[in-house]
Each structure stands twice: as structure tokens, then as C-alpha cells.
């Protein structure tokens, strides 16, 4: 059974770094993407970042040069770190991962093509 557990959420002011972290636990296949979603109040769901463990990645394009994502695919973390935070920045993060994912990884980012998800870390941005 797959399972994902956020960290690193919090309040910090504009301007500001976080580095959010998400383990994953019982992934058997070779094969996998994780990614993460943000959701601000009263907004769907948006892919930010995703990652294959073949390090392709794909970024949505307000965040790019500002978020990265990396995979630490021994141990199944996926890490997103976010420069130069904004106030719009400020939402529910998830961490999700895809199982033999079929199409490219931007695909996967921007359809949420995802088979599990974490209950989010909140991230709050103040000006």
C-alpha cells in the first residue's frame, strides 16, 4: 500500500525559502513520477512541479526559477524547494506519485495523472 507524507509546510514572509519534503512508502514498481499540487482557498488543484525517476521534470511556468524539484530515488523523497516566496505562492501543498506513468511528465503535471496523494502541508505567505 502506497502511502505519501508531507513536511516542511509553514508561514514565512514574502521573500522568503522553504524546502518541502514528501516520503513515499510501499512504491514496488520501477517505474514512477511524483510531483507536487498546490490548492490556494478557492482555487482548484494546480501542478506546480513533477519529477520521474528518470530526473525528467517539468515545471508549470509561473513557478519556474523559483521552485525546484528533485527525487531522491533510493530513498523515494521528493523535495520541492520554493525561492523568493509570494503571497500568491500561499496554498495547500500535495505530494502526489504516479505508477508507470504513460505519458510525458509535463502531461502528468498539468492533467494531475497521479494514483496516490498526501493530505498537503499548508505553505503561507505574507507581504
Known amino acids: 500500500q502506497v502511502q505519501l507524507v508531507e513536511s516542511g509546510g509553514g508561514s514565512v514572509q514574502s521573500g522568503g525559502s522553504l524546502i518541502l519534503s514528501c516520503a513515499a512508502s510501499?512504491?514496488?514498481?520501477?517505474?514512477?513520477?511524483m510531483g507536487w499540487v498546490r490548492q490556494a482557498p478557492g482555487q482548484g488543484r494546480e501542478g506546480v512541479a513533477a519529477?520521474?525517476?528518470?530526473?525528467?521534470?517539468a515545471y508549470e511556468s509561473s513557478v519556474k526559477g523559483r521552485f525546484t524539484i528533485s527525487l531522491d530515488n533510493a530513498k523515494k523523497v521528493v523535495y520541492l524547494k520554493i525561492d523568493n516566496l509570494l503571497p500568491e505562492d500561499t496554498a495547500m501543498y500535495y505530494c502526489?506519485?504516479?505508477?508507470?506513468?504513460?505519458?510525458?511528465?509535463?502531461?502528468?503535471?498539468?492533467?494531475?495523472?497521479?494514483?496516490?496523494w498526501g493530505q498537503g502541508t499548508q505553505v503561507t505567505v505574507s507581504s
Open positions: 519529477i520521474e525517476n528518470d530526473d525528467s521534470t
Open positions: 502526489a506519485l504516479a505508477l508507470d506513468p504513460h505519458n510525458s511528465i509535463m502531461s502528468t503535471m498539468e492533467g494531475l495523472e497521479y494514483d496516490y
Open positions: 510501499g512504491v514496488t514498481r520501477s517505474s514512477y513520477a
